[in-house]
Structure formats: C-alpha cells, structure tokens
C-alpha cells in the first residue's frame, strides 16, 4: 500500500522567513495530494490540495509543487507569521483508497 | 455552510466499558471517514461509509466499528475498550469520492483510564 514519508518532523523559521515541508509517496497511482494544517485542539483544516496533472499551485502565501517523477510533492509558506504556527500533514491517495498521511511537521514561527 | 460536527467533543472511559462517537458531515457530503490520532501513529485511517454502506476499512480490530445512517450521519463504536484506545477520533466528509476534499471535524478525545 502506500507509504507517505515527511520531513522535518520540527521546524523553526524567524517571522517572515520561508518555510518548505517535504513529502515522498510511493505509490505511483496516487493522484491526490493534500496538505492540511492542525491547531492545538482542532482538526486538520486542508489549506491547499494538488492532483497529479498539475506541477504546481499557489493560494497567497502558500504553494504547493508536485515531481510524479521522483514521487514527492512540497509545501512552502512565504512571509512567515505566527499565526502560521501549527502542525501541517501532507497526504496521498489512490483512486477511492483512503488518505495515507505524513506523520506532521511542528512548525513554530518566532516573531 | 455548517462544517462537520462531532459529538461529543470529549469521553472519560474505563477499560472494558464500549463508547459510540457520532459525526455529523456537512450538508450534501455523501462520504465520511474515521481516522484515529496519537501521538506515536499519527492519523490512522479506520473506515469509510459511503451510501449507508462501508466502502473502506482500514486494519484496526473487529472492536472497532461503524455505521452510517440515510442522511450520512456516521457513528462509529468501541467495545471493550484498552487503554490504548485513548485518542483523538477525527471525522471527515466529502462529497462522494476520497478523491474529493475532505473536510474535517474537530474530533471527539477518548480517554480510556
């Protein structure tokens, strides 16, 4: 089944810094990647998503780039605030198989 | 538009005893999923109902089940609970295909003493 790997599991970046979480799949079926964002007693809210015919999309501040070839997809947040400080999760999925998600990346923005 | 609303939002629990979590998805959506969140396994995928019938399941024990009604609300049920059981439940709800956004709620937390 897939298996989705995420990097760093911690992330510090200074108010305004940019921030890049990493993620690889391995199931070359997967045509669904999205990103979601937790705060403390929350679920996850998804922020932005990408399917596997598209390289890239941006929403503002936050984007999202895809490689089908090499198997990993990437969020990066520009201009850093505080409130950008939470736990974010990436995901893949198949087809109509459940989502296999990244085990999160703390990121703490330092004003 | 109301999002997905969970119910109830916080469970005391001792082992043996059984809990049902109810979601409510938001209105229109078709699909709800069941994931379970700790700390050491992070978001772990427990089933998917679709249609009043369960299209997906993932590997958690038979004590582990659920349901969907014919306005796609879902309940989910825990029998004979284990101190490993204590976690946050989490429901999302999509249109009709896992392929579609998800939309999470903000989760029941079970703890089981």
């Known amino acids: 089944g897939e298996n989705v790997e995420q990097h760093p599991s911690t992330l510090s970046v200074q108010e305004g810094d940019s921030a890049v979480i990493k993620c690889t799949y391995s199931?070359?079926?997967?045509?669904?990647f999205p990103w979601y964002k937790q705060e403390l007693g929350k679920g996850p809210q998804l922020i932005i998503d990408i399917r596997s015919n598209v390289g890239e999309k941006k929403d503002q501040r936050i984007a999202v780039t895809l490689n089908k070839t090499a198997k990993h997809f990437s969020l990066h947040i520009t201009e850093t605030q505080p409130e950008d400080s939470a736990v974010y999760f990436c995901?893949?999925?198949?087809?109509?198989?459940?989502?296999?998600f990244g085990k999160g990346t703390r990121l703490s923005v330092i004003a | 538009k109301a999002g997905v609303t969970q119910t109830p939002r916080y469970l005391i629990k001792t082992r043996g005893q059984q809990v049902t979590l109810s979601c409510s998805p938001i209105s229109g959506h078709r699909s709800v999923s069941w994931y379970q969140q700790t700390p050491g396994q992070g978001l772990q995928f427990l089933f998917e109902?679709?249609?009043?019938?369960?299209?997906n399941k993932g590997n958690f024990p038979g004590r582990f089940s659920g349901r969907q009604f014919s306005n796609s609300r879902s309940e989910m049920n825990v029998s004979t609970l284990e101190l490993g059981d204590s976690a946050l439940y989490l429901c999302?709800?999509?249109?009709?295909?896992?392929?579609?956004?998800?939309?999470f709620g903000p989760g029941t937390r079970l703890t089981v003493l």
């Open positions: 995901a893949a999925v198949s087809g109509n198989t459940p989502l296999v």
């Open positions: 199931d070359s079926a997967s045509n669904y």
């Open positions: 999302a709800s999509s249109l009709g295909q896992l392929v579609d956004e998800q939309f």
């Open positions: 109902y679709f249609s009043e019938t369960q299209r």
